[in-house]
């Protein structure tokens, strides 16, 4: 089983950065995803996360409005568009999956997780 993130970066405030998860060896198409992340000095926390389908997504209050998940079950991948980013969302991404319908919002729920990616909004 392995999860890879990528699309990572440095971004100006007010910018836009996609990250990318593709996922191997388990049945994607059956499992919901999610988004955490991890300031220095912070705990993970939850940014967002997928059903299985697609059809139900949920988002922390700190990115509502802003970030968007998808997912493409065809290509085992699940995406993460943030726009209008703030310097508070500098934190090292990582997606997860659990072997159930419905995403959550508690990490300890994930069965696998990724090796993260790096975002950092900065002037």
């Known amino acids: 089983v392995q999860l890879v993130e990528s699309g990572g970066g440095l971004v100006q405030p007010g910018g836009s950065l996609r990250l990318s998860c593709a996922a191997f060896?388990?049945?994607?198409?059956?499992?919901?995803m999610g988004w955490f992340r991890q300031a220095p000095g912070k705990e993970r926390e939850f940014v967002g996360g997928i059903s299985w389908s697609g059809g139900i997504t949920y988002y922390a209050d700190s990115v509502k409005g802003r970030f968007g998940i998808s997912r493409d079950n065809a290509k085992n991948m699940v995406y993460l568009q943030m726009d209008s980013l703030k310097p508070e969302d500098t934190a090292v991404y990582y997606c997860a999956a659990r072997g159930t319908f419905i995403a959550t919002r508690e990490a300890e729920r994930y069965d696998y997780w990724g090796q993260g990616t790096q975002v950092t909004v900065s002037s």
């Open positions: 060896g388990f049945t994607f198409s059956s499992s919901a």
